[in-house]
C-alpha cells in the first residue's frame, strides 16, 4: 500500500475482518441489549403464571404450592419452585386489582410482562351449574363461553356468545391427565385443620361474564346450558384471560392458558361464601398436580 491514508472507519489490508457489535463513523453510539437477539430476554422467568380474583384463592394457592411473596415490587407476586412427580416448575402467582375481566386482563399483561410464563392458569371457585358437579368438586376447562356479548331489541334480548378454546398443546396436556386419573378423576386431600375430604375433577366449558349468577332460572344460565349442554360451571374472570391471550403481540408472548374452578356453590339463591376455601383450596390441589402435565419447555411426565 502507497501513499497517505486517513481512516475514520474500518480498513483491511488482507486476510478476514470480522466485526461484532460495533458502530462506525464519527459520533456513532452502540446500544448492546443483554437480551441477546431482538432485545428479548429468551430465558423465562416462569414456567407457569397463577391469577387468582379473591384473597381465599391467593392463599389457597400459595399454601398448596409452597410460594413465597417477592419482597421489593410493587406488584405483590408470589414464587417458588414446586416439585410433582421429579419435574420441577417454577410458578408465580398474583392476585388481580378486583374480580371481573377488565382486571384479570392487567393481570395477564402484569405476568407477561415481569415473568414471561409459558403458560397462565386462571384458578379460585366457580358456581357448577351441572348436575354431575357438587359442592368442593373441581373443573378444569379449556373451553370458556363468554356470555356477555348481547344485543337488547324491543323483542328482547339476543345473545351472541364467543367460545374460544386453549391451544392444543394445553388440551393434550390435560387429557393426559385424565388419561393417568380417568374421568372424572377422583382425589382425596387432607386440609391444614386434619379434615380429610372427597372431591371429584371433571372436564368441560365454563360459563363467563361479569354477572354474578344467584338464580337458578336465570336466562343467562339458559343461554350458556343451550350453547353447550355440557356448561359445568359460570364465573366472572376467565372471559378476560382468553381475550388477553388472544390480543397479545410482540416477544414474550404466553404459550396457552387453563382455567380450574373448585365448585363452591350452585350459582343460585343458596349462594354462601362459607364453601369457598374448600373449593379454592381444592382447585388449588388440582391445579398443582397438572403442573407437570403443562406444556412448559420441560420434559414432561413419562418423558
Known sequence: MRGDVNNSGIMT???RTTVTNSAVGTGAVLHISSGGSGGQDETRKADVGVITALPVELRAVRDVLGLKRVT????AFHEGDVEVRGRITRVVALRAVSPGQRSTV???SDLRQHYSPAVVVLTGIGGG???TVGLGDV???THVVYYDARKETPDGTRHRGEGPAAPASVVRAVNSFFDDHE???ALQVTAPDGVTRSFTVSTGPIGS???VITDSRSPIREFVQTYNDKTCAVETEAGGLVQAFYEQSGPGKVGGWLVVRGISDHADAGKSDEPQA???RHAAEVLRRLLPYLPTGRPAVGD
Do not use: L, N, R, S
Not at 72 to 75: K, P
Open 13 to 15: 489490508t488482507g486476510g
Open 209 to 211: 361474564g361479569e354477572a
Open 183 to 185: 374421568v372424572p378423576a
Open 129 to 131: 351449574i351441572h348436575p
Open 278 to 280: 374448600v373449593a379454592a
Open 106 to 108: 392487567a393481570a395477564f
Open 139 to 141: 373443573v378444569v376447562a
Open 72 to 75: 421489593g415490587t410493587e406488584i
